[in-house]
């Protein structure tokens, strides 16, 4: 049987283009539009939010399918890129999100390809099961660096196999 979950966030003006956001879970901080659109520099914006939105919550899925799939994961960094159309009438709409993950992980005694193979899938499983990235209608595109490192790894280096 299905449930549900509410989260829940305020946001107050304060003045100008200037807010203030207080979520559910406890942080606050201030916010604004982005610079291009009438706000403020360095400062977290509504397109910064859905960004990290998309990117924390793959992250967060990629270490769950990580551990599912006994990876043993040694790094994970991933940039990704909001790309946002603003049509003539000034309506806008991200149409995609690249995410660049930089992964590392140990390959023990397991050859470095089949390792590779399993950080990929756990890659699709995380991109399948991010609530985020299920929830957008931009195009969703994944380009990884995955660097197996270990024993097996090594030897198939010198033996020009995979990394």
């Not at 203030?20 to 201030?30: C, I, Q, S, T």
């Not at 957008?136 to 995979?162: F, L, M, N, Q």
Request: charged share 25%; glycine share 8%; with cysteine.
């Amino acid at each position: 049987m299905s449930r549900t979950a509410t989260y829940h966030t305020t946001v107050t003006w304060t003045g100008e283009h200037w807010g203030h956001l207080r979520m559910g879970n406890g942080p606050e901080m201030k916010f604004s539009a982005p610079p291009d659109a009438q706000g403020h520099a360095n400062v977290f914006t509504p397109e910064d939010a859905f960004v990290a939105a998309a990117n924390t919550c793959v992250m967060l899925m990629f270490i769950w399918a990580a551990e599912r799939f006994k990876l043993k994961l040694l790094s994970y960094e991933c940039r990704t890129e909001g790309t946002k159309l603003i049509e003539l009438d000034r309506t806008e709409l991200f149409t995609r999100l690249l995410f660049k993950p930089r992964i590392r992980v140990g390959a023990g005694s397991e050859p470095a390809g089949v390792v590779e193979a399993r950080v990929r899938k756990a890659l699709k499983a995380a991109q399948k099961y991010s609530l985020v990235a299920n929830s957008v209608k931009s195009e969703i595109v994944v380009e990884p660096d995955i660097v197996v490192e270990g024993e097996r790894a090594s030897a198939c280096a010198e033996r020009g196999g995979a990394r």
